[in-house]
């Protein structure tokens, strides 16, 4: 029997492509969002970097590149598809610099290597060609002396690659995405209700319904629901009878997005692979920077997290100065984004990872992100969205799996 009516828990990424894929084949979703709008949160205020795999250098299996890769390369066609517009102009548009610190968790020769070994499981993928006919050469390559020399003279950085991963601006692709939403009339949007758990109305079969809790009462019956809360997940899960993963952490991340009065010429760079930071150029006047230490306000085990700034403190601006100050150390090129900003505005929102401990630890179960995806009990679906740019990829395949 088709599925007639989905509950769609969550308007973030995740939720949203969601709703749109199944809105294309004919349903009509209902997204619930605690929030005053859709993609408020971790979806709006991130860094945006498409990943192919190049940040799980430390991940030995390489695990983890295999299976962020696959969303990665289908990322630009799968947003531009649902949003009816290219992405071209939001994207940065050369590679990204990955500086090797001296107490990176993997050393320059052994980054090196993994490398050489992932640019080989990306070139693999049938969607690379694609990939390499819109954005160039899909290999990592080692910076010569003088074009290490041109980015930092901190003596901490021992090595450094461009790496062929551009990043997203991801305000715009949300305005996009929302925006697209709002368009599509199958669409109905529940926003400012929190959602508390679901109940099933009959056993757990192929055929089952579900029943949302939600902070206004009970909705449904639903036919299909689709748990796609991020940090708000588990709960819910647990309600659902689904059995949690045998290890989670919750971490709540700042960062500083930057525009600036003139354009300024900075490559986009990230220091690899630890606690450390990055800058992403996306046009020349918009710039997204963070440093892990600066921006790291919250980590916690709680299957139900929860942060706000502490009262009568300058949070924000403290976030932006220490950002500032300590990625200018490694990249002299920064205190010119400081000089000429136009605006400055301090965002973030959690990251969920079925893994935990600290990124300085190589053998932190951190550095393995590739248990991410959809769990299912009868037609309850959770979905762990991993990445940013894994998301599109992933509804569209909750979207097969529910039509
Ligand atoms: C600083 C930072 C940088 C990052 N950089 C990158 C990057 O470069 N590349 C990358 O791929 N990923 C990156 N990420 C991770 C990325 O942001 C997330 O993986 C992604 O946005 C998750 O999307 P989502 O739709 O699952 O979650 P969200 O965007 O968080 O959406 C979930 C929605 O559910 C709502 N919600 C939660 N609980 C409830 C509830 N109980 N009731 C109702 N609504 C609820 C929330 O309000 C939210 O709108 C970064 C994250 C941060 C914070």
Redesign the pocket.
């Known amino acids: 029997m088709m599925t007639r009516s989905v509950a769609i828990?969550?308007?973030?990424?995740?939720?949203c492509c969601l709703a749109l894929f199944l809105a294309r084949r004919g349903l009509s979703p209902v997204i619930?969002?605690?929030?005053e709008d859709?993609?408020?949160?971790?979806?709006r205020?991130?860094?945006?970097?498409?990943?192919l795999g190049y940040l799980y250098s430390a991940d030995a299996s390489l695990n983890t590149s295999r299976q962020v890769l696959v969303g990665g390369l289908a990322f630009t066609p799968l947003v531009e598809s649902l949003v009816e517009a290219p992405l071209t102009g939001l994207m940065t548009t050369s590679d990204d610099m990955f500086l090797c610190h001296a107490t990176s968790v993997v050393p320059p020769t052994l980054m090196a290597e993994r490398f050489g070994k992932i640019s080989a499981l990306v070139n693999t993928h049938p969607d690379a060609a694609r990939h390499e006919a819109r954005f160039g050469a899909l290999a990592a390559r080692p910076l010569s002396t003088a074009e290490l020399g041109s980015l930092t003279h901190s003596p901490s950085i021992v090595a450094g690659f461009a790496v062929p991963e551009r990043?997203v601006q991801t305000r715009a692709v949300a305005d996009l995405l929302r925006a697209a939403v709002m368009a599509e009339g199958r669409i109905r949007l529940r926003r400012g209700?929190?959602?508390?758990g679901v109940q099933v109305v009959s056993g757990i079969t192929a055929g089952d319904r579900w029943r949302v809790i939600t902070s206004e009462g009970l909705e449904g019956p639903f036919d299909c629901v689709v748990n796609?809360?991020?940090?708000?997940r588990l709960p819910?899960d647990q309600s659902a009878g689904l059995q949690l993963p045998s290890d989670w952490s919750h971490r709540y991340?700042?960062?500083v997005f930057v525009r600036t009065r003139r354009e300024i010429w900075l490559p986009s760079a990230l220091i690899a692979v630890g606690p450390y930071g990055d800058v992403k150029n996306y046009n020349g006047r918009d710039f997204y920077l963070?440093w892990y230490p600066a921006?790291l306000q919250c980590e916690t085990k709680a299957v139900d997290p929860h942060w706000t700034s502490p009262p009568g403190t300058d949070l924000y601006n403290e976030v932006a100065t220490s950002t500032f100050d300590a990625l200018s150390r490694y990249l002299p090129g920064v205190e010119a984004l400081r000089e000429n900003a136009e605006s400055v505005t301090v965002g973030?929102?959690?990251?969920y990872a079925s893994a935990s401990g600290s990124l300085a630890n190589p053998a932190a179960t951190i550095h393995s992100r590739a248990d991410f995806g959809i769990s299912r009990r009868g037609s309850y679906l959770s979905?762990d969205?991993?990445?940013?740019?894994?998301?599109p990829w992933l509804a569209e395949m909750v979207a097969g799996q529910i039509a």
Do not use: D, P
């Not at 969205?385 to 998301?391: F, I, P, V």
């Open positions: 828990l969550g308007g973030g990424i995740l939720g619930f969002e605690e929030m859709v993609l408020c949160g971790a979806s205020w991130n860094e945006g970097k498409i990943h990043s209700i929190r959602v508390r796609a809360l991020w940090q708000g819910v991340r700042l960062a963070s921006g973030g929102g959690w990251v979905v969205t991993g990445k940013y740019s894994t998301a």
